[in-house]
C-alpha cells in the first residue's frame, strides 16, 4: 500500500473481459454511463476495457426477465451468477473467464457490490440502477473483483477510485498492477 504514483502505466496492454446482463428489475434503460467511464480511467493505464455485448443499453437481448432481487447470501449469489453465465452463453459471448457484471436491484446496500461467487474463477458484480456522480461504481466494483480493498488514505481530493467517498478520480500503481494480474485479464 506504499505507492501513491498516479500515473503508471502497465508495460504490457492487458484486456479485461466483462460479460454484461442486465436484470428486468433495473428500473433505468442504460448502464448510466459507468462503463465508458471506467474504459476511459483505465485506457490512462494501459488496460483495456472488453465489454460483451457491444451494444450496452439495456435491451430485449441482454435482459433476463426475472423478479429475483438476491438477498446479501452465498446461495442467491451463485444463483445470479448462473443466470448471468447461462444467459451470456445464450447471447454467443465467447470470453474465456469473463467477469459477469449485472445490472439490477438487490437488498445488500450499495450502488455496487461484487460478492464472491462459491465455486467460480471471478467474483460476480452486480449494479445498482441509482450510483455515484463520479461514476466509478463499476470501475470500483472491477477492483474488489481483483481482490482490491478499500484505500481511504486521504481525505483530499483527487481520491483514488477505492475510497469509499465521491468523488473519485485517480488509479493508484499497486491499484493498477492488481487490475493487470486479475482472472478475468487476458494479455
Ligand atoms: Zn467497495
Same mark, same amino acid.
Given at each position: 500500500? =506504499?505507492?501513491?504514483?498516479?500515473?503508471?502505466?502497465?508495460? %504490457?496492454?492487458?484486456?479485461?473481459?466483462?460479460?454484461?446482463? &442486465?436484470?428486468?428489475?433495473?428500473?433505468?434503460?442504460? !448502464?448510466?454511463?459507468?462503463?465508458?467511464?471506467?474504459?476511459?480511467?483505465?485506457?490512462?493505464?494501459?488496460?483495456?476495457?472488453?465489454?460483451?455485448?457491444?451494444? #450496452?443499453? %439495456?435491451?430485449?437481448?441482454? /435482459?433476463?426477465?426475472?423478479?429475483?432481487?438476491?438477498?446479501? /447470501?452465498?446461495?442467491? &449469489?451463485?444463483?445470479? &451468477?448462473?443466470?448471468? %453465465?447461462?444467459?451470456? %452463453?445464450?447471447?454467443? +459471448? /465467447?470470453?474465456? #473467464?469473463?467477469?459477469?457484471?449485472?445490472?439490477?436491484?438487490?437488498? +445488500?446496500?450499495? &450502488?455496487? #457490490? *461484487?460478492?464472491? *461467487?462459491?465455486?467460480?474463477?471471478?467474483?460476480?458484480?452486480?449494479?445498482?440502477?441509482?450510483?455515484? =456522480?463520479?461514476?466509478? !461504481?463499476?470501475? @470500483?466494483?472491477?477492483? @474488489?473483483?481483483?481482490?482490491?480493498?478499500?484505500?481511504?488514505?486521504? !481525505?483530499?481530493?483527487?481520491?483514488?477510485?477505492? @475510497?469509499?467517498?465521491?468523488?473519485?478520480?485517480?488509479?493508484?500503481?499497486?491499484?493498477?498492477?492488481?487490475?493487470?494480474?486479475?482472472?478475468?485479464?487476458?494479455?
Amino acid at each position: 500500500m =506504499s505507492d501513491t504514483n498516479t500515473g503508471y502505466r502497465n508495460p %504490457k496492454r492487458v484486456r479485461l473481459t466483462v460479460g454484461l446482463v &442486465y436484470f428486468s428489475t433495473y428500473f433505468k434503460n442504460d !448502464d448510466r454511463g459507468v462503463v465508458a467511464k471506467a474504459r476511459e480511467v483505465l485506457d490512462d493505464h494501459n488496460i483495456e476495457l472488453d465489454v460483451f455485448p457491444t451494444d #450496452i443499453k %439495456k435491451t430485449a437481448s441482454n /435482459t433476463i426477465q426475472t423478479d429475483f432481487v438476491p438477498k446479501d /447470501t452465498p446461495e442467491d &449469489y451463485a444463483k445470479v &451468477y448462473k443466470m448471468a %453465465k447461462d444467459k451470456l %452463453k445464450q447471447m454467443g +459471448c /465467447t470470453f474465456v #473467464i469473463p467477469l459477469p457484471v449485472v445490472f439490477g436491484t438487490y437488498q +445488500c446496500s450499495g &450502488y455496487g #457490490i *461484487a460478492p464472491r *461467487a462459491p465455486n467460480q474463477l471471478t467474483r460476480l458484480v452486480m449494479i445498482y440502477p441509482e450510483g455515484n =456522480s463520479d461514476g466509478l !461504481d463499476l470501475l @470500483h466494483e472491477i477492483g @474488489h473483483a481483483s481482490e482490491l480493498g478499500h484505500d481511504l488514505r486521504t !481525505d483530499d481530493p483527487p481520491r483514488n477510485f477505492m @475510497h469509499t467517498t465521491n468523488p473519485r478520480a485517480v488509479m493508484y500503481e499497486y491499484q493498477v498492477k492488481a487490475i493487470a494480474k486479475a482472472p478475468f485479464a487476458v494479455g
